[in-house]
């Protein structure tokens, strides 16, 4: 960790960079992580500004309000507990691809000790709050419950809400870097469960979850049902495009076709790209986009606010936006496009084969149906789609796939399975 802080101080100061916010979550390594970090920030002649234990979102919200142009948030997000890593902040985004290649290079090379840097102490959780509660204006008192799963929601919500003069119920919020109560994961269905159970037991409008270091958002609505990411953005997309007509709104290659046509039938311009947090903020500046959203519960608002994935500002918005309607939150989305869809499905792969793979099954579809191949091959059936991904992080191959019926659903997933049974095992798939 002290290495590849010398290494994030080396790529920093070439750019004239001499100054880093440094913030860390709540795990049970973070803090000598952070100790790690600095030094090697330090080695390097960078300054680090100590925000100490914060959500994600408030360190990029540390980064912007005070114009620092590096960073490191020490977090694993949602991952079990035993996990730990950084966020890398350089320039107006975070690093990913060859520029985290390029990182462990010179982090091996150790150039060693080059100057010397300080450390400054600084409140951002309490700079942070203020300016959410000032942007953020509710119609009426919302019924709701909050499950923090035990992480770095905990060091800002509660504090938060009151200003908000919310009274909700709250479920795990106590910041625990064990997570004793559930993995902190808001986009599996199981981690909902209690979520779910108090929303209905008690008839509040909804239930909203964070994950391990809140910058994704899980939500559970009057009826006990599930908003993913893609059906929550449309929602979005509707208030941000009544108050800003044909503005550009991003989504990931996953997310339902009925988004897309629910973004055009409201005035906005849809543009469908890559997965990952990093590359949708690049996408969003590079557009001039007010709005994006990944199926992963990254919620991205340039509308009245920065534009980075920020849970607690996504779910203050969601209040805002049910605080404003008569109509209760599982009948806002009434009028979409029904599709069916399946789950994300995930196939073991080994990393050095799965983007050949991908490629492959992508060249065989090219010769019998329109693919869109901005990351794998989102293949275009006529009456559905079905999409092939090699995951960003993880040795496996990413699938999912939409119809307008159940009968065409299994047809393209048994003629996607059938191509790809040539290279991989897709027993998984099929059982999925």
Not at 45 to 72: L, M, S
Not at 407 to 423: F, G, N, P, T
Request: aromatic fraction near 8%.
């Amino acid at each position: 960790m002290k290495a590849i802080g010398s290494a994030v101080a080396t790529t920093l100061t070439r750019d004239g960079i001499t100054r880093a916010v440094v913030g860390r979550d709540i795990r049970l390594s973070s803090g000598r992580f952070f100790e790690a970090v600095a030094a090697g920030l330090n080695g390097g002649g960078v300054d680090v500004v100590d925000i100490g234990e914060v959500p994600t979102p408030v360190f990029y919200f540390a980064a912007k309000r005070w114009n620092i142009k590096g960073g490191v948030m020490i977090t694993a997000s949602h991952n079990p507990s035993e996990f730990n890593g950084l966020k890398v902040l350089h320039g107006e985004g975070t690093i990913y691809g060859a520029e985290i290649r390029k990182l462990r290079e010179i982090a091996i090379a150790s150039a060693g000790v080059r100057g010397s840097g300080t450390v400054e102490r600084r409140d951002a959780n309490g700079e942070y709050i203020e300016h959410i509660c000032g942007d953020i204006k509710l119609a009426r008192h919302v019924r709701f419950a909050a499950d923090g799963g035990n992480g770095t929601a905990g060091l800002v919500v509660p504090d938060l809400v009151k200003r908000l003069e919310c009274d909700p119920v709250y479920l795990y919020m106590e910041p625990d870097g064990n997570y004793p109560n559930h993995h902190p994961d808001p986009t599996v269905e199981t981690n909902l469960a209690d979520l779910k159970k108090t929303v209905i037991e008690q008839g509040l409008e909804l239930g909203v979850g964070f994950d391990g270091d809140t910058d994704r958002l899980g939500v559970i609505d009057d009826r006990g049902g599930i908003l993913w990411g893609d059906r929550l953005l449309a929602l979005f997309a509707r208030s941000v495009l009544a108050e800003n007509p044909g503005a550009t709104v991003i989504f990931e290659v996953k997310c339902s076709e009925g988004l897309e046509e629910d973004i055009l039938r409201h005035g906005g311009q849809p543009v469908m790209w890559k997965t990952g947090h990093s590359l949708i903020k690049k996408k969003m500046r590079d557009e001039g986009a007010l709005l994006a959203g990944e199926m992963s519960g990254h919620l991205f608002f340039a509308d009245r606010y920065y534009g980075y994935d920020d849970a607690i500002y996504a779910a203050c918005r969601l209040l805002e936006i049910v605080s404003l309607n008569e109509r209760p939150l599982s009948e806002l989305l009434t009028d979409m496009t029904p599709y069916v869809s399946t789950p994300e499905i995930r196939i073991d792969c080994d990393d050095t084969v799965k983007f050949d793979i991908v490629e492959k099954v992508a060249e065989h579809f090219k010769k019998r149906y329109e693919v869109i191949d901005i990351d794998g091959a989102r293949v275009k059936f006529g009456d559905g789609w079905g999409l092939i991904r090699a995951s960003n992080t993880q040795p496996v191959l990413v699938l999912r796939f939409e119809a307008r019926t159940d009968k065409a659903l299994l047809a393209i997933k048994q003629e996607m399975a059938d191509v790809l049974s040539r290279y991989t095992d897709v027993s998984s798939m099929l059982q999925g």
